[in-house]
């Protein structure tokens, strides 16, 4: 190719570029990942009519930044098609990986351990029910009817087998939960309270006077987070004194795709590690001292006798865990905080301005995260009809999930909505 273009190699084909610049080059400033993608989205409306879909959906099911270098790492041989990890001579990636994962976990939660995932947010958070009755040795179960609706239905189908007692525990008016509720419910039958941060209107709550309450009883906290880059930003389970803590991870790494696979996390304090669903995965050093990495317990049927197993269907989604693994490692301790505070803040801001339009206000004043309950002056369908028609996907429509909160929405933003989408969804609001 040199040749034919009358070069010798290429150093004559770079010759004409100047080793040193004697003047800046005429270019705009640095954009983030997430700001080039938005800019070339611009350029690429320019090629056909219409603009693209915005969506303001949530209700534990999160579009965020995911960094470029993830697909092509997870779509190696190696990961892709490796399933099993029970050869630790043959993987020891796989297991690194894992190790790996279960410390960032742990560390978001400010819990002492965690497993190797689970299938998703709603069967991590059963099986930390299962796992609270184990260790109580009681059947009554007290959990949020902040919890997501869908959590709680799969929680009472796992339990549907079991000799248990469900009692839900209502929230007060600002949609935190109901302490007077709580200390009327709990006695020595109760094995746990699940409680959920940010719960399902997107509050976030400090459950830090509710542990001593619990523990006094002999009763555990396991705390549910369907949104954990909240953590980034306000207290974790740990240090509320949590005594499980699961949430939903696939807002790490994995996109949302016509609703999976997803990824639950699941962390514990390390006196509970064999009473723990799934598998750990552990450090050691071989017979010559190298650095290495093993299954250190591993709690299904296939591994060990029935009657000591604690789940059987509690596969722990190694790729989706891998996907977060490298998700969190380029986001950094920093980058994870920060996306916490942008999510935070533009919901914030949107939350401001639908407040102050006639007729729509925010129905809880706790704090919240990226999402927030918004109730309308009517007809909320045919408001999401009008934004549709502006290409833009609303929020949820609460009342078949909770009919006392009447004309309401739960609307949701995260760092991946551009703010002139935010000003566009007000607006056809304003003219509502």
Request: proline share 6%.
């Amino acid at each position: 190719m040199l040749q034919t273009i009358g070069t010798e190699g290429l150093d004559d084909l770079f010759r004409t570029i100047p080793k040193k610049l004697d003047r800046p080059l005429n270019l705009p400033s640095p954009l983030t990942e997430i700001d080039l993608r938005h800019h070339l989205r611009e350029l690429s409306r320019k090629n056909r009519h219409g603009e693209e879909w915005t969506s303001f959906l949530g209700g534990g099911a999160y579009a965020h930044y995911i960094p470029s270098a993830v697909s092509p790492l997870i779509q190696r041989g190696e990961f892709l098609t490796a399933y099993t990890p029970y050869q630790p001579e043959v993987s020891q990636g796989t297991l690194q990986a894992i190790f790996e994962y279960q410390t960032m976990v742990a560390e978001i939660f400010g819990m002492e351990i965690a497993n190797a995932s689970n299938y998703d947010g709603s069967t991590a958070t059963a099986e930390a029910a299962l796992m609270a009755m184990r260790l109580t040795d009681r059947g009554k179960i007290l959990v949020a009817r902040t919890l997501h609706p869908e959590y709680r239905q799969v929680l009472e189908t796992y339990l549907s087998t079991q000799e248990a007692e469900i009692r839900e525990i209502p929230y007060r008016p600002d949609g935190t939960l109901d302490r007077q509720e709580i200390k009327k419910n709990l006695d020595k039958e109760t094995a746990c309270l699940i409680a959920p941060t940010p719960n399902f209107f997107g509050i976030v709550e400090d459950f830090s006077d509710l542990s001593p309450m619990l523990h006094q009883e002999g009763a555990l906290l396991v705390t549910s987070t369907p949104e954990p880059l909240s953590l980034g930003l306000f207290k974790s389970p740990g240090e509320m004194g949590a005594d499980i803590a699961v949430g939903e991870g696939q807002g790490f790494g994995n996109p949302l795709c016509f609703g999976g696979p997803s990824l639950g996390l699941f962390a514990a304090r390390r006196e509970f590690a064999r009473a723990m669903p799934g598998r750990l995965v552990g450090e050691t050093v071989d017979t010559e001292g190298r650095r290495g990495f093993v299954l250190t317990l591993s709690t299904r049927e296939q591994h060990i006798r029935r009657e000591r197993a604690t789940s059987n269907i509690c596969t722990n989604v190694a790729l989706c865990a891998l996907a977060a693994t490298i998700t969190l490692a380029l986001w950094g301790r920093e980058g994870f905080s920060r996306l916490a505070r942008i999510n935070y803040e533009r919901a914030e801001a949107l939350r401001g301005r639908l407040q102050n339009i006639q007729g729509f206000r925010t129905r809880f004043s706790g704090t919240t995260f990226n999402e927030f309950v918004l109730e309308c002056p009517e007809r909320p369908q045919e408001i999401l009809r009008r934004l549709r028609d502006q290409k833009i996907l609303g929020g949820l429509f609460l009342e078949s999930w909770y009919p006392e909160l009447g004309p309401s929405l739960l609307v949701c933003v995260t760092e991946l909505v551009p703010e002139d989408q935010i000003d566009r969804f007000a607006k056809v609001l304003e003219e509502f």
